[in-house]
């Protein structure tokens, strides 16, 4: 793909640059997400043994979600701030976040299989979201990446 460059007066004046759009859609989700973990993180013992069949299995779901928690931070600090290296920090982070409990749950844990899948392929779906919007997103290139598609 051939992109041309933007000057940061040139990606300012363009009527995708900022804040905006489905970016504000993934960053609620990812509050969200951020919440749910630490509500999880600070109780919630009955829904965790709903999905993990052992207090042992919950306290690893718990650390796992410490990493997942910390992954999602580059992209809420970095988005509202415009900073150029949130798309390569939110990549990171949301690999790690679609990764991490999948990955623990399948090689860590022993627990029913339907429960892995049921545990792990939200976050491959929503990892893989996330992911997605930052690499096709045209708002993304233009405020973070300062370029557009080459016409």
Known sequence: MTWTSLTTDEARAHR???FGGWMIAVYVLALLLLAMNLRNLAGGDAMMLIMFETEAQVAMAR???VVQTIALLPF???A???HPAMPTAALVGFAVYALARP???ALL???NPVKVMAVSGNH???GAIF???VLLSKRVNVTYRHRVKAA
Request: neutral net charge; aromatic residues 8%; proline residues 4%.
């Open 16 to 18: 995708l640059y900022g």
């Open 63 to 65: 650390q796992v979600m």
């Open 76 to 78: 809420l600090v970095l």
């Open 80 to 82: 509202p701030l415009k």
């Open 103 to 105: 990955l623990a749950v």
């Open 109 to 111: 844990m022993d627990i």
């Open 124 to 126: 491959l779906v929503i």
């Open 131 to 133: 992911i997605g919007y």
